[in-house]
């Protein structure tokens, strides 16, 4: 498997620190956090995607995703969504990356509301990630964060440029077994999130292997399936300000990370 982390747990570094810091401490990928207030959005130009690609390319690091906030099952009209989505879309082309992370963001909404929104949105979307190749990938979160729950959306549109992204901490607080959530998403997995947290009342993120999310258990899932994807570190930083920082726990993550792949290999 190959390793990632999410520049969430970053403050907001030039694109060349970010790509200098992912190759330093050793994985092959890079979650880029895809908001305004970042280095990397929508709104930047021909000649700035450029320089993004150049940066990265020459650290030897892939950008394996834009983590957006789009909400595809968000209540409201669908035009908003999809045209944020298309946006999201051509700028992944642009610099190469192969996703664009969605959430559900569905609210109070039953899911018989929910569920059909947020397909109908995907599928609006699908053939012009096809034809970019580029996928969008739906995350176990918030309103949808077990498995079950998104698979239920992506049976519905049925399209191989729409996918999954396994938060695994988020379908444990969902309370879903490591193996039920690998069942429903394997049809459709884009690829992994990894965290730790104290416990499912103490969210405030750790290194991995300090907390009790059991990411043992998932990578064992994931090999005993034959399964050989990425795996990306997403550390929440930003929510939990009194949290350690991220960079000086990068390399001692990604080696936590090749121990528990060894012992379940």
Do not use: N
Not at 22 to 38: F, I, K, M, N, S
Not at 176 to 196: R, T
Not at 253 to 261: A, M, Q, S, T, V
Request: negative net charge; hydrophobic residues 45%; charged residues 25%.
């Amino acid at each position: 498997m190959r390793l990632a982390f999410s520049t969430l747990g970053l403050p907001q570094l030039p694109v060349a620190e970010v790509a200098r810091l992912t190759r330093d401490a050793g994985y092959q990928g890079v979650e880029l956090r895809c908001h305004p207030e970042e280095p990397v959005h929508t709104g930047l130009g021909i000649g700035e995607r450029a320089d993004v690609v150049e940066e990265f390319a020459a650290a030897g690091v892939e950008i394996l995703t834009l983590a957006s906030y789009a909400g595809v099952a968000a209540a409201g009209d669908d035009e908003p969504v999809v045209t944020e989505m298309r946006e999201l879309l051509a700028l992944a082309r642009d610099l190469g990356a192969a996703h664009v992370r969605v959430f559900p963001r569905g609210g109070d909404q039953p899911a018989v509301e929910a569920d059909p929104t947020a397909a109908r949105r995907l599928a609006a979307v699908a053939p012009y990630a096809a034809d970019l190749g580029v996928r969008v990938l739906l995350e176990t979160h918030d309103s949808h964060r077990t498995g079950a729950d998104v698979a239920r959306i992506l049976d519905r549109v049925g399209h191989k440029s729409t996918g999954a992204l396994w938060d695994v901490m988020l379908t444990w607080l969902g309370g879903e077994e490591p193996q039920e959530s690998f069942a429903a998403l394997s049809p459709y997995l884009g690829y992994v999130q990894v965290k730790d947290a104290a416990s499912r009342e103490e969210l405030a993120p750790l290194a991995l292997g300090e907390g009790t999310v059991p990411l043992a258990e998932c990578l064992a899932v994931l090999t005993e399936a034959g399964w050989d994807g990425w795996l990306c570190w997403e550390y929440e930083k930003r929510w939990f300000p009194e949290a350690r920082e991220l960079a000086p726990l990068l390399a001692g993550g990604r080696e936590h990370l090749l121990r528990l792949l060894a012992d379940v290999a």
